[in-house]
């Protein structure tokens, strides 16, 4: 349930990134916004994509 957890914070965290730096985030390039998203994009789905893997417990 942690894991979960992490994948929201991520979005939270990038949320909250924007709001704070919402200057450089519309004045920027789009390149440097496309690599936000996408950096942070790809860090959503692995933690997702970790959360649903089956527990494999010994025994």
């Not at 789009?30 to 970790?50: D, H, N, R, W, Y």
């Amino acid at each position: 349930m942690a894991i979960t957890a992490s994948a929201f914070g991520i979005a939270l965290v990038k949320f909250t990134m924007i709001l704070w730096q919402k200057t450089w985030y519309c004045t920027t390039k789009i390149q440097q916004v496309a690599l936000l998203e996408t950096v942070s994009s790809f860090a959503f789905l692995g933690i997702v994509a970790f959360s649903v893997l089956p527990a494999h417990l010994p025994g």
